[in-house]
């Protein structure tokens, strides 16, 4: 047929078969649930020979009959697939399964599918479940493709497939599949298995023509090896990702971030101090580390600390630049005040400080976040637990001292930074180390 020549090969070479039959959830015919009741009859009259001249079979018995070995009788869900690529030349379906008869029931192969195969042999599977049959007439089926359900329709003594190969034509003579000694060369399975088990369930493959090997995944040189010699360190298609500063391994060495160059500026939010709750009116000083697990030194002028997020209407003093320069591996304390005015809304507030040089914001270390969480709550004059109010430090000792502070951007009162710029010197002043 025509539409047949446009999903299979041109070639006549005969196809080769799988095991009809799939499993359901649990239960899978390949992996023992299923049992050959009847091979094809070799034997003369009532001499019954199978085709290993064993007597699995019956008088005038033309196909393979398989059954799920605990479905005795009633139909199931164990899926009729198709052995070999072919189309639908014929479906019957809308029989009755019987359970239980007293014996072989009915009349014929009852629900069934025929595949013509590109080989012009044909496959008929029969006595399948009612209203279980999922293809139609013209039909482009390829192996393995579920056709029905094993059922106990037409002539038949309890729930299997009737598999059965035809040659000169849909109900033309039947021809055992298998290979022995009381049946004539070749068999028709790809893996017809031994007397007694099931044949294999893996479905034949055009013969390899080789071919330049490329990376796709495929055997294109038919050595047995896919994309051999053309995969990366990583095991992928193309070339090596380069390493980046993202606390991956992306050139897949084994090492993480480990080019030269990759991460000059990281760092790692190591300790911090602060008071959980501030009296509106009053000021903290607070301060918090950081480490420097990059590869580039921080001088002392070129980094300075910034806020991330909306503090509301909290004022928070900021030093200009670190106390001191910061070498790869070491660490910085660095000082800072918080102020909530007179006015400021009573509740909680959170915010983070960051390192920064310039505008850029130093990157997250592999090791943990290089920003500093502060989640604190403003609270009434005179609440319990609230942070005592520093004591004020004389307007000489300031000014000699040279406040340094500066504000964090957003709205703030313009008494706040002198009250700022008093409490961090003072913390300073009297801060162990």
């Known amino acids: 047929m025509i539409a047949l020549a446009l999903l299979l090969v041109s070639s006549a070479s005969a196809q080769e078969y799988r095991l009809p039959l799939g499993g359901v959830e649990g239960f899978d015919c390949a992996g023992g649930e299923c049992v050959v009741t009847a091979y094809v009859d070799h034997g003369a009259g009532a001499a019954e020979t199978d085709w290993d001249c064993g007597a699995n079979t019956y008088d005038g018995h033309g196909g393979t009959d398989i059954a799920p070995i605990w479905a005795y009788g009633c139909p199931t869900d164990f899926p009729v697939v198709a052995a070999a690529d072919g189309e639908v030349v014929e479906v019957v379906d809308g029989e009755a399964d019987h359970c239980e008869c007293g014996g072989v029931c009915g009349a014929g192969g009852g629900n069934h599918v025929i595949l013509e195969h590109e080989d012009g042999k044909h496959t008929v599977y029969m006595h399948m479940r009612e209203g279980s049959t999922a ?32 040659l000169g034509g849909p109900w033309g003579a039947s021809s055992d599949p298998f290979d022995g000694p009381c049946s004539g060369p070749p068999t028709y399975w790809v893996d017809q298995g031994a007397w007694g088990g099931l044949p294999g369930d893996g479905c034949d493959l055009p013969p390899c023509v080789p071919a330049a090997e490329v990376c796709d995944g495929v055997d294109n040189d038919c050595n047995g090896l896919a994309d051999e010699g053309l995969l ?16 991956v391994d992306d050139d897949c060495d084994g090492a993480i971030d480990e080019d030269e160059g990759r991460c000059g500026d990281v760092a790692r939010a190591m300790d911090l101090s602060y008071p959980a709750r501030l009296e509106a009116g009053d000021s903290a000083r607070s301060w918090a580390t950081f480490a420097n697990q990059g590869e580039d030194p921080w001088p002392a002028a070129d980094l300075h600390l910034v806020v991330e997020g909306d503090p509301g209407d909290l004022e928070i003093g900021l030093p200009e630049g670190l106390p001191h320069d910061v070498a790869p591996t ?13 006015g400021a809304a009573l509740g909680p507030r959170s915010f983070l400080l960051r390192l920064a040089r310039g505008e850029a914001p130093l990157a997250d270390a592999c090791t943990g976040p290089a920003a500093a969480a502060v989640a604190l709550e403003v609270v009434a004059a005179g609440a319990p637990g609230a942070e005592e109010e520093p004591e004020p430090e004389p307007a000489s000792a300031r000014a000699s001292a040279g406040c340094g502070c500066r504000a964090a951007e957003g709205p703030r009162a313009s008494i706040g930074l002198p009250l700022l710029c008093a409490a961090l010197l003072v913390f300073r002043r009297f801060a162990p180390g």
């Open 232 to 247: 990366n360190a990583c095991g992928a298609c193309g070339p090596t990702p380069p390493e980046t500063c993202n606390c």
């Open 135 to 166: 293809v139609s007439l013209g039909d482009l089926v390829t192996c393995g493709q579920i056709l029905g359900r094993v059922g106990n329709t037409g002539r038949s003594s309890g729930a299997h497939l009737h598999f059965q190969v035809n």
């Open 330 to 342: 070491e660490s910085v304390r660095v000082d800072f005040a918080i102020w909530a005015p007179e």
